[in-house]
Each structure stands twice: as C-alpha cells, then as structure tokens.
C-alpha cells in the first residue's frame, strides 16, 4: 500500500539554526500538507500547495517558513532561524483534491 | 467558538462495549469530514470519511449532521486495540482537527 515518506525521523537543532524536513507524498497525488503537533496539543495546520504553488498557509506559517518541491518526489519544509517553540512533531501528508488526506510518520524537531 | 469540538475523554469502555463520540464544527462551509484514529507519539491514520448518508465500516459507522453540525462516530464490540485517540476533521484545503478523544478499552 502506497504510504508517505518522511526524513529523518528526529532532528535536534540549536536556537537559530536552519532545518529542512523531507516528505515524498503518495505518488499520483496532487496536494501537499504540513502539520504541527505540539506534545499534547492537537494537529495545526501549516500550509497546503499543489501546483508548484501555497495554495493557503496558516497564521504559523510564517516568513521563517518555506515550502519547496525540487523534484518530482520530494517536498520540503524549511525552518529558516528556529525557536524554542518550533519543537513539535511535523506531519507531511498528501491528497487527491478534497479526498481524504494521509499522514506521513513525522518528524520530531526538538530545538534547545 | 472553536472550529472543531471533541470531549477530550478519556473514555474508558470495557472489551465488547459500544462506544460513540461526538464531534461539532462550526464552519458551515467545511466540505469534507473525516475520522482519524491517533496512538500515541504517531501519526493520525484515516479511519474513515464522513458522509450525510451514513458510512459504515466493519464495527465503525460514521454520521455527518450538516443541520446541527455534528459528526459522530459509533464503534461497535470495542476491542483492546481500539485504545487510542480520535480526531475528527473537516474543511476543504485544509483540515482543522479538533483536540481529539481518548478511548481506553479494558479488559
């Protein structure tokens, strides 16, 4: 059964340091998500794109963040000067339009 | 009023129990709604999507009430490996969980 991808699957990164986290979607789907999960918290939005574009972003998404697809499998997200509050676990997810959306196994950031 | 209400539980059942959780949003304009089942420290897994006629799955039946809001889900015969966290979401380009619900079957 096809699944999304994610690497790696932690990441410890100091205050301020750049981080790139790696999703390879589903292959024939189209749309492309990020999500945050603070530790006990619930599941945050952070931006969709499809067409080489953000297609919408959240109010977290903010200029520290940028999305990218490089090639014809990867997307990323990028975390330009991380804070203390960026720790989290990130979720790549994918979707054929408004059909349902499936997860990726994450990646947990942790910045000190 | 938040997007998407879910009693945060923890619903403790015992093994052979039937179980429904209850779900309401407040974006009228939401098009999609689906149930996901969260274990602990993973990621959220499709359960199910939600339709206005009803969407049976096995033990699981999903309802969307597009009238009052609500979506729910009914979990029939409840086993030990149903203990986990629920999310229910809904919305279009994006999805917009609630806090989610946690069951705990028990022997």
């Known amino acids: 059964e096809p699944e999304v991808t994610q690497t790696p699957s932690h990441q410890v990164t100091q205050m301020g340091q750049e981080v790139i986290l790696r999703c390879v979607p589903i292959?024939?789907?189209?749309?492309f998500y990020w999500y945050r999960q603070i530790l006990g918290q619930k599941v945050e939005f952070l931006v969709s794109f499809y067409n080489n574009e953000i297609s919408e972003k959240s109010e977290i998404f903010d200029d520290q963040f940028s999305v990218e697809r490089p090639d014809g499998s990867n997307f990323t997200l990028k975390i330009r000067s991380t804070k203390l509050e960026d720790s989290a676990m990130y979720f790549c997810a994918s979707s054929e339009g408004s059909r349902a959306q499936y997860f990726g196994p994450g990646t947990r950031l942790l910045v000190l | 009023r938040k997007e998407v209400e879910q009693d945060p539980g923890p619903f403790n059942v015992p093994e052979g129990a039937t179980v429904a959780f209850n779900c309401t949003y407040s974006?009228?304009?939401?098009?999609?709604f689906f149930w996901y089942r969260q274990d602990c420290r993973k990621e959220p897994k499709l359960l199910m999507s939600?339709?206005?006629s009803g969407n049976e799955d096995g033990r699981f039946t999903a309802q969307l009430n597009r009238a009052s809001q609500y979506i729910s889900l009914l979990i029939r015969d409840s086993k030990l490996s149903d203990s986990a966290t629920y999310l229910c979401?809904?919305?279009?380009?994006?999805?917009?969980f609630g806090t989610g619900t946690q069951l705990k079957v028990e022997l």
């Open positions: 979401g809904g919305g279009g380009n994006k999805l917009t």
């Open positions: 939600v339709y206005s």
């Open positions: 292959s024939n789907h189209l749309y």
């Open positions: 974006n009228s304009a939401s098009q999609s």
